[in-house]
C-alpha cells in the first residue's frame, strides 16, 4: 500500500512559524512556507491543486493537493463562522486520505458573535464616555477591516465625534486591497459596493504617532496584534499608567509576549533596559480572532469526511484534548506530530470503475437493496478496460464488446448405485426421487435417457460384469457446483427402497 508522510517543520504542537512537508505519490510538497513563486516554476502534470474559501482573510484558501488516487486536503487559517465582510469557509465532501487542519483554538467554543460585538461596543462607549483612550491591537490584514466596520456603523448610529485612527503602514495597504478585490467579500458588501464602498471609512482616520500624546478619548487601531512590537506597543506604553484606558485584546497572543502576560493579569512589566511598567489601564479580552474554534474544526471534519486529521498550529495540551475528541467521535485516526516529527499514513488507494446500466437493472431484479454510497457491496459482473477507464458489465456484454464466444466449464464427478433394476428404471428412480427433494427446482426426465435439474445433467449406465452395480454420471456448470456437489452427496446414500 503506498503512504502518505507528513512532517511539521514549522507549527507542529506550535503557534505561529508554519511550514509542513508532505511527501504523496513521490512528491514532495511544501506547503505554508512564505516562498514567493516565480514565474519559472515547473509544473508537474501529475499533480493536480483545488483551491477552497477559507474565509480567514482576503484572499485565504484552503487546497487540496492530489495525486493519483492519493489526496491531502491542507486548510492553513480558516474561519468557519461569517462576519461583517467576509463569507464562512466552506469544503466539498473531498474525503481527503489526510486533512491537515490548524488548532489554534483547539479547545475554545465562542459564544455568539452578536453578543461580542454587542460587548465590545459598550466597552469602548463606556471607556470613550469617562474620557479614556481604547487601544485596540490588531494585525493589518482581517480583524482590523471586520473591527472598523463595525465601530464605523456604531459611530454612524449614535453620532459619536471622538475620533478613531488605524496606524498607518500595513494596515492602510491591507484596506487598499480590501477596496481592490471588493468581490472577494460576503455577499452583504458586495450589494451595498454600488452605492458606497464599505471600507472607505468616514469616521476613521489615518493616525500619526504624536496623537497619542493628545487629550480627550480616542480609540487606536495599531499592529501588531500580540502587543511584542511596533507602534501598538509603543502607544500600550503611554496608555498603561491611565486607569481610565483600556486596552482591548481581540485575537490570540502567543506565550511571552506583553499581549499574552497582560490578559494573565501581570500588572507589572519589565521592558528594555531592566524599566518597570505599571499597568493600570483595563485589559479585555473579547475574542474576534478569524481562527475556527474547536466546534468549527469538528464542522469542517464533518464536511470533509477525511480518512486521517493531522493537527498542527496549536498548543500541544489543546491540541492532545481535541485529538482525544475527534478519535471518539469521528472513529478515526488523529495525529499531532511536533516539528520534525515525520507522520506516516498508509492509504487505500481508489480505483474508480464504471458500472453499465444492465447490471444494476439486473441486480435490483434478484431484489436487492439500492446502493449505498457509503457501504461496500458484492457486484457480480465483468470487469473491462476500454478507452482507459474500467467498466464492471454483465458477462454477455462483455462477450459482445470485445467480440468473444462464451467457453462454458462444468464439472463431473461419478457416483456408484446399487440397485438390481435396469439403466432406464434406474434412471426412473433417480427422477423421482430428486422431484420428492428438490421441489423448488426444474427437474425434467429428457428423451435422450438423461435427467435434468438446471444445469445438471445426470446419466446411469451399468457394466455387463455386474449389472447390479451403477454408475450415474453428474455434470455441472459453475453457477450450479453447490447444488451438483449436494446431489452426488445425496445419491451416494443410495435409493429409497419405497421407489
Not at 460587548?119 to 463606556?126: P, Q, Y
Request: glycine share 8%; net charge neutral.
Amino acid at each position: 500500500m503506498p503512504d502518505i508522510k507528513v512532517t511539521p517543520l514549522g507549527a507542529g504542537q506550535d503557534v505561529g512559524r508554519s511550514c509542513i512537508l508532505v511527501s504523496i505519490g513521490g512528491k514532495n510538497i511544501m506547503l505554508d512556507c512564505g516562498m514567493h513563486m516565480g514565474y519559472n516554476d515547473d509544473v508537474d502534470d501529475e499533480l493536480e491543486i483545488k483551491a477552497y474559501y477559507a474565509g480567514h482573510v482576503l484572499g485565504a484558501a484552503m487546497v487540496q493537493i492530489k495525486v493519483g488516487s492519493e489526496s491531502v486536503v491542507y486548510t492553513g487559517d480558516y474561519n468557519m463562522t461569517p462576519d461583517r465582510h467576509l463569507g464562512a469557509a466552506w469544503i466539498d465532501k473531498c474525503r481527503p486520505d489526510i486533512l491537515i487542519t490548524e488548532s489554534t483554538y483547539a479547545t475554545t467554543i465562542r459564544d455568539s458573535k452578536r453578543c461580542r460585538e454587542r460587548d465590545f461596543l459598550k466597552k469602548v462607549h463606556e471607556s470613550i464616555e469617562r474620557g479614556g483612550k481604547v487601544l485596540i491591537p490588531v494585525f493589518a490584514l482581517g480583524r482590523a477591516q471586520e473591527l472598523c466596520i463595525l465601530l464605523e456603523t456604531f459611530w454612524e448610529r449614535m453620532n459619536l465625534k471622538a475620533p478613531i485612527y488605524f496606524s498607518t503602514g500595513l494596515t492602510e495597504k491591507a484596506n487598499h486591497y480590501y477596496k481592490l478585490f471588493i468581490t472577494w467579500t460576503n455577499q452583504k458588501i458586495r450589494k451595498t459596493f454600488v452605492q458606497r464602498n464599505m471600507f472607505e471609512f468616514k469616521h476613521i482616520k489615518a493616525f500619526d504617532r504624536s496623537y497619542a500624546d493628545n487629550p480627550g478619548p480616542m480609540v487606536v487601531f495599531a499592529t501588531p496584534g500580540m502587543l511584542h512590537a511596533g507602534q501598538s506597543l509603543q502607544i500600550f506604553k503611554k496608555w498603561a499608567g491611565n486607569e481610565k484606558n483600556m486596552v482591548i485584546m481581540p485575537g490570540y497572543c502567543v506565550q511571552g509576549t506583553v499581549g499574552h502576560k497582560i490578559l494573565n493579569g501581570q500588572k507589572k512589566l519589565e521592558m528594555e533596559g531592566r524599566a518597570t511598567l505599571e499597568v493600570k489601564l483595563q485589559v479585555e479580552y473579547m475574542s474576534f480572532s478569524a481562527h475556527a474554534d474547536a466546534k468549527g474544526i469538528m464542522q469542517l471534519i464533518r464536511m470533509a469526511e477525511p480518512h486521517n486529521i493531522l493537527l498542527v498550529h496549536g498548543e500541544a495540551k489543546k491540541m492532545a484534548f481535541l485529538k482525544d475528541k475527534i478519535e471518539q467521535e469521528f472513529n478515526i485516526s488523529c495525529y499531532m506530530p511536533a516539528n520534525g516529527e515525520t507522520t506516516t499514513v498508509t492509504t487505500n488507494p481508489s480505483v474508480p470503475v464504471d458500472i453499465s446500466l444492465n447490471l444494476l437493472k439486473r441486480e435490483m431484479a434478484l431484489g436487492g437493496p439500492l446502493p449505498d454510497p457509503k457501504r461496500p457491496r458484492t457486484m457480480h459482473g465483468t470487469l473491462i478496460m476500454k478507452d482507459n477507464s474500467l467498466r464492471l458489465v454483465s458477462p454477455e456484454q462483455a462477450l459482445k464488446e470485445l467480440g468473444l464466444s462464451e467457453h462454458q466449464l462444468r464439472f463431473t464427478c461419478r457416483v456408484h448405485l446399487q440397485d438390481p433394476h435396469s439403466d432406464t428404471d434406474t434412471l426412473s428412480r433417480i427422477y423421482s426421487h430428486l422431484k420428492s427433494v428438490l421441489k423448488g427446482y426444474a427437474v425434467q426426465h429428457l428423451p435422450d435417457s438423461t435427467v435434468m435439474v438446471e444445469s445438471i445433467v445426470l446419466k446411469v449406465s451399468s457394466s455387463a460384469e455386474e449389472p447390479d452395480l451403477k454408475v450415474v454420471l453428474l455434470s455441472w456448470c459453475f453457477q450450479d457446483e453447490e447444488l451438483g456437489s449436494f446431489l452426488s452427496t445425496l445419491l451416494k446414500k443410495g435409493l429409497p427402497s419405497a421407489l
